[in-house]
């Protein structure tokens, strides 16, 4: 049995971590699935008793990883996925619309009902690839994506944040709900990472990607280091034994 922490680019934070907190997290294997932006696709669907990947680099991902084609029940997953809402508030659209409560004179307001609708399409397919986990007896957890960064290009641009930060927070309320109704358990942000309004504070973020542009989103390793190790003891404490301890 393995412990795979598999996701979208935010686990890269977590395998960068791992190298500081040491022993606790060796029994962890890191990899990622693909990009963020295939979440919002139909990119698994269960076959038997396994889940498999439609998505090619997706599929080919997790087979580089693991060496199967699907994910079983014979393994522990720490899934890394469902509260990357960067992808929801980063448009343009966000400068010229807002939640009713908050849009003033300025914007055009957007009743609950159009915002809920707005997360519940985010997050249909990881919902689907969740659902259909747990069909299939997986032993597996979901892991936060970090906080949203006040450095976006968006919130630069001059959009307001106090929207921005609402639905974000509305859309980890809503997959939380969900998680919650099917007992599947949650590994949150750890404490002290935000500034007082909710943004991932500087010394945690990731300043510039592998090709030296600007990264806008991503945590860094000193975030993935403080993540890991809620990780660990959510492992210790939902699937004891699965972990070797140090």
């Known amino acids: 049995m393995s412990i795979f922490v598999a996701g979208n680019s935010h686990t890269v934070a977590l395998a960068k971590g791992a190298q500081s907190v040491g022993a606790s997290a060796a029994a962890l294997q890191f990899f990622g699935f693909g990009s963020g932006a295939i979440e919002v696709t139909p990119f698994s669907r269960r076959e038997g008793n396994r ?16 060496g199967d084609d699907g994910i079983d029940a014979s393994h522990v997953w720490a899934i890394v996925m469902g509260t990357h809402n960067y992808r ?8 010229e619309a807002a939640p009713s409560a908050l849009a003033g004179t300025q914007l055009r307001p957007l009743s609950d009902a159009v915002i809920d609708q707005i997360i519940s399409d985010d997050q249909a397919q990881i919902r689907a690839f969740l659902e259909n986990l747990l069909l299939i007896g997986a032993r597996f957890l979901v ?25 974000d927070r509305r859309a980890r309320a809503s997959l939380l709900d969900w998680l919650d109704a099917r007992d599947i358990p949650f590994v949150a942000p750890p404490e002290g990472v935000t500034d007082a309004d909710g943004f991932l504070l500087p010394d945690f973020a990731q300043t510039h990607t592998p090709s030296g542009t600007p990264d806008p989103h991503h945590a860094n390793a000193a975030y993935g280091a403080l993540m890991l190790e809620k990780l660990v003891a959510a492992i210790d404490t939902h699937f ?4 070797v301890p140090a």
């Open 88 to 95: 929801i508030v980063r448009g343009h659209f966000w400068g």
């Open 240 to 243: 004891p034994g699965a972990r």
């Open 51 to 66: 889940v498999v990947m439609r998505d090619r680099d997706y599929a080919q991902n997790l087979r580089r990883a693991t």
């Open 143 to 167: 892991v936060s994506c970090p906080p949203l960064r006040r450095d976006t290009p968006n919130i630069r641009a001059g959009m307001p944040t106090a929207s921005l930060l609402d639905v």
